[in-house]
């Protein structure tokens, strides 16, 4: 099992704590530098999360727990438009990723209006590669109520965020519910607006831990981050691409930001543990730019082939 942590320190010195994630079996799943600090998040093997912390604070780091990192969100507004787009989408993104997470902002094709609003099955489609969903909608309570067919149909897990205060009994599809996040004209910097994207944290982690635990039960013949990093080692067409994580960890799988025409027969020849990708995992084609998506196959798909 791994532990997922934030690393936050200086650049200078950096490549210790690089050369020592890489000698404990850990892999690093995303890194950005600003200007002199860099942010590291890090997979390393649970009984050796002590041997980061000693070195972080060597390094006069920062080293905190990121329960999110390894996931891909998804967040859904109405509709990207400027006019309508929930300010709190934005703030939401952010506010996530300070937690180690990879979030996606989608916007609906007509979201937007009580009347008016739908989803298409592609939107749909696209939503349910990721490992959970947040739905920001807006601040009217009835509206939000009956938008709940936007989602009662998703087969991931559903967040729904709005400003009043709602039973999620009342919202067919959604797995929880949010207060205090709905469309204002400005960014969520008060105190309550930070109190509301705490418990929306929070709630999050709850999710993505009960769905680990789910998947324990029966799980991935590979770790996804293993599959990642042979991804990373032996594609060598991963260092040319410019989009932030080319290669980005899910909880049953990866995104790989290459074209599926050209180079999903490449993506499927990578080796793990002597077997090709392609055995161990479906590989088929993204809604999201075309790029690759491998859904890695579970342990009991072995008994189901046997049989």
Do not use: W
Request: with cysteine; hydrophobic share 40%; charged share 30%.
């Amino acid at each position: 099992m791994y532990e997922t942590l934030i690393f936050t320190g200086g650049v200078h010195k950096s490549e210790e704590i690089r050369e020592l994630i890489e000698d404990l079996g850990g892999f690093i799943l995303q890194d950005s530098i600003q200007q002199m600090e860099l942010v590291l998040n890090m997979a390393v093997p649970l009984e050796d999360v002590d041997k980061i912390e000693e070195k972080s604070k060597e390094l006069l780091a920062k080293l905190s727990v990121a329960p999110m990192a390894g996931s891909e969100i998804a967040i859904v507004s109405p509709t990207l438009a400027r006019h309508h787009l929930p300010h709190a989408a934005c703030d939401i993104s952010e506010y996530l990723r300070e937690f180690g997470a990879k979030d996606n902002m989608i916007g609906l094709a007509r979201g937007d209006g009580k009347g008016t609003a739908g989803i298409t099955e592609e939107e749909k489609d696209l939503i349910e590669e990721h490992d959970i969903v947040i739905f920001a909608l807006g601040s009217f309570e009835n509206c939000i109520k009956e938008k709940a067919f936007l989602y009662d149909d998703i087969d991931i897990p559903v967040i729904v965020t709005g400003a009043p205060e709602i039973d999620v009994e009342e919202l067919p599809g959604a797995d929880a519910y949010v207060g205090g996040l709905g469309r204002i004209p400005r960014r969520l910097r008060r105190g309550p607006d930070i109190r509301a994207l705490d418990k929306l944290v929070e709630t999050i982690e709850q999710i993505l831990n009960d769905k680990k635990r789910e998947m324990a039960l029966d799980p991935p013949l590979v770790p996804s981050i293993v599959v990642k990093n042979a991804i990373e080692n032996q594609v060598k067409e991963i260092k040319d691409v410019i989009s932030p994580t080319p290669v980005t960890s899910q909880l049953d799988g990866v995104r790989v930001k290459l074209n599926y025409d050209n180079y999903a027969d490449t993506i499927a020849d990578v080796v793990i543990d002597g077997k090709k990708l392609s055995e161990l995992a479906e590989i088929k084609k993204s809604k999201m730019y075309d790029y690759i998506l491998v859904k890695i196959n579970s342990e009991s798909s072995l008994v189901e082939d046997s049989n």
